[in-house]
């Protein structure tokens, strides 16, 4: 595969095409890199990442852009152990250096905020400062200062950010840029002064570029025809360069959620390769963003010459061990990214620590035990090795001398407790009531463009078959079942409803209609009191299946925990669409058979909306129909969370097992 080829850049040599790209993670310390960031690196460099970039650190201290974002000044120590870390397997390590402009906060600093015009940042409607002069050159000595830096710490060069946050897209845009002196006449005089100081201060380590060819907002933004252009413009400066999309306007696409096709960034990637191509630079390489998470899709995306490398981050945080996994023939034991940005997009005031719904341990390497690997699980519990090795080189012991252990639900927890409970020796038994695996996790994927939540369950399902978990459908456990170390996964049920229900209302739970439950016809009503994504999904998939659909909120906004994820803008639009009628601010008091009542939570005003049923996407509760106190109970089963929590507790409660 030519993904898992080498990758000259300039001097030095990737052992694969795939990239590991700068993301905040909160891991910083006192704005420089911490332990747990080598941990956090090294891991994806063990797995094969051929290029690992650091978290963007900024070059200048007018930007603090997050709580616990990186000062390139303060970073001398951290960088050195990351990319000796990294180094050791292969790796090449490039330190990010960006300043996020008019994009960033004063919630830190307490100062003014830089750009090239006071054009207000959107989402918290801070009027930057317009840069004088001298403050443009204290920022490009800061670009040159801080590769000088990363150069001495030993690292293989400097990734300059020109995309997303940050200022140097800010100064060749018309959307920011409005100035009317030799910045705004000539809108790359900026980005070429700081790539000319960089590429001095770089000597002969390598220079990369993360560049914006598309702000998606054609009115005054760059557009992909200019973008190729600054693409050619900036290639003599630059030995790598990465495509991405994205603007004040559309903070979100360059990290959509799963509403977005995998893969989006890819033509954006070979319109910007033609280009260079035609322009004579055949040598520098083009590497493809955008939600590339199947291996599949990234051979393509370089085979088909889109690109000559690609960036997985997300994939890789996911699994951190793809490119290996790849390499020894088994693609189908990648853990799936499914897009969900639930704990991986953490730029945000909470400054919760970068993590993943599939594999908690992300981001957590110094403070999680790692899972058994399978050549560790005979070595460990001191029996010789028996069984069979698989193309890791692991070996799975089939005599399962570790004990036994019955877990009762075969959602996401109760799989993930299984997985890990067979690498660490166990005999383990999962009985499941109904006739699959997958648990709520299923009816969810059944919502609007959420099909790839299923993509977990799949592989916990076929990696517990793998390791030789005994499964037992469509059987409900009884007490002769309990004879062995018991784990309760068994999941949640329905809450109670906040409102009257009279006896020819219709009112139905959100997973039963995603499973498929016939509905009356006519008009229908969706009540959202969580502000998540599951009742936008249900209104969503029924407005598809052509069904009239108001949403009620208690909320001033639709939807806005979103924001979270990055799809409150999107889903606005969606919704909007749709046709999908919304009603704010009101709280369900009755359902009739032919209405929904509703009374305005400021004015107490009340109202009738049409519907012939009600779905409601409220809150759920734990289902403790096996009352047995002795068992350890995970998941929804203890609180009815997301799938992290799920994943989170059955890994825990697998690790504590004791014989």
């Known amino acids: 595969m030519k993904l898992l080829s080498p990758l000259d850049v300039r001097h030095a040599t990737a052992p694969s095409r795939v990239l590991f790209g700068p993301h905040e993670t909160n891991l910083g310390r006192h704005r420089t890199p911490s332990a747990a960031h080598t941990a956090y690196y090294e891991r994806r460099a063990a797995g094969g990442s051929g290029i690992v970039v650091i978290e963007e650190a900024s070059v200048h201290p007018s930007d603090w852009p997050y709580e616990r974002s ?104 018309g959307l920011t840029n409005q100035r009317g002196d030799e910045y705004g006449t000539d809108r790359s005089l900026f980005a070429r002064r700081v790539l000319t100081e960089v590429r001095s201060a770089a000597g002969e380590c390598i220079v990369a570029l993360r560049l914006c060819v598309d702000e998606m907002a054609p009115w005054a933004g760059i557009v992909a025809e200019a973008g190729a252009a600054l693409a050619v413009e900036f290639a003599p400066f630059v030995d790598l360069l990465t495509v991405v999309r994205g603007s004040i306007y559309t903070a979100w696409a360059t990290q959509p959620d799963g509403h977005v096709a995998p893969g989006f960034g890819i033509d954006l990637a070979r319109q910007v390769r033609t280009a260079l191509e035609v322009a004579g630079h055949t040598g520098l390489p083009v590497i493809a963003q955008g939600s590339i998470v199947e291996p599949s899709q990234a051979e393509w995306a370089i085979e088909s010459g889109a690109a000559d490398g690609v960036e997985m981050t997300r994939a890789q945080l996911a699994d951190a061990d793809l490119v290996a996994k790849v390499r020894a023939g088994q693609p189908e034991r990648v853990r799936p990214c499914i897009l969900c940005n639930q704990t991986c997009k953490v730029r945000d005031n909470r400054s919760p620590i970068v993590t993943c719904v599939v594999d908690p341990r992300t981001g957590h390497e110094l403070d999680d035990p790692a899972e058994p690997v399978e050549a560790d699980v005979s070595m460990a519990e001191g029996r010789g090795v028996t069984g069979t090795t698989d193309d890791l080189g692991g070996a799975v012991d089939r005599a399962r001398a570790g004990g036994r252990i019955t877990i009762v639900g075969a959602g996401v927890a109760g799989m993930e407790c299984a997985r890990v409970a067979a690498l660490r020796g166990y005999d383990v038994r999962v009985i499941e009531r109904s006739p699959r695996a997958g648990g709520v996790a299923i009816a969810a994927a059944q919502g609007a463009q959420r099909n790839r ?38 999941g949640g049920a329905d809450g109670p409803l906040p409102f009257s229900v009279d006896d020819d209302g219709v009112v139905h739970h959100a997973a039963a209609v995603l499973s498929g439950l016939s509905l009356p016809q006519g008009a229908v009503a969706v009540w959202d009191p969580i502000a998540g994504p599951i009742a936008i999904s249900v209104a969503e998939r029924l407005a598809a299946d052509g069904r009239a659909v108001t949403f009620i ?22 919704l909007h669409g749709a046709g999908i009628t919304l009603v704010k601010r009101a709280l369900v008091r009755r359902v009739t058979a032919t209405a929904v009542q509703v009374e305005d939570r400021f004015s107490g005003m009340t109202s009738e909306i049409e519907a012939v049923a009600m779905i409601a996407c409220g809150h759920r509760v734990p289902d403790q129909t096996l009352g047995d106190d002795d068992a350890l109970r995970i998941g929804d089963a203890v609180a009815p969370r997301t799938i992290h929590e799920a994943i989170l507790e059955g890994r825990r409660a697998a690790m504590a097992l004791r014989r």
């Open 553 to 574: 909120t208690p909320d001033l906004l639709v939807g806005e925990k979103l924001s979270i994820t990055g799809d409150l803008a999107p889903s606005q639009n969606r």
């Open 453 to 490: 939540l299923s993509a977990i369950g799949e592989w916990l399902e076929a990696e517990c078959v793998r390791l030789g978990v005994t499964f037992s459908f469509s059987h409900t456990a009884t007490p002769v079942d309990m004879v062995a170390t018991v784990v309760l996964a068994t």
């Open 70 to 173: 990186l000062l390139a000044s303060s970073c001398a120590t951290g960088w050195p152990a990351i990319g000796d870390a990294c180094n050791r397997h292969g790796a090449l390590v490039l330190a990010a250096i960006g300043h996020s402009g008019g994009q960033g906060t004063s919630h830190w600093s307490q100062r003014e905020l830089w750009a090239p015009s006071p054009v207000p940042e959107v989402a918290t409607r801070e009027v930057p400062k317009a840069m004088e002069g001298c403050d443009i050159d204290e920022v490009v000595a800061g670009f040159g200062e801080a590769t000088r830096l990363a150069v001495a710490a030993g690292l293989d060069g400097v990734e300059v950010n020109a995309g997303q946050f940050s200022l140097i897209r800010q100064f060749l845009s």
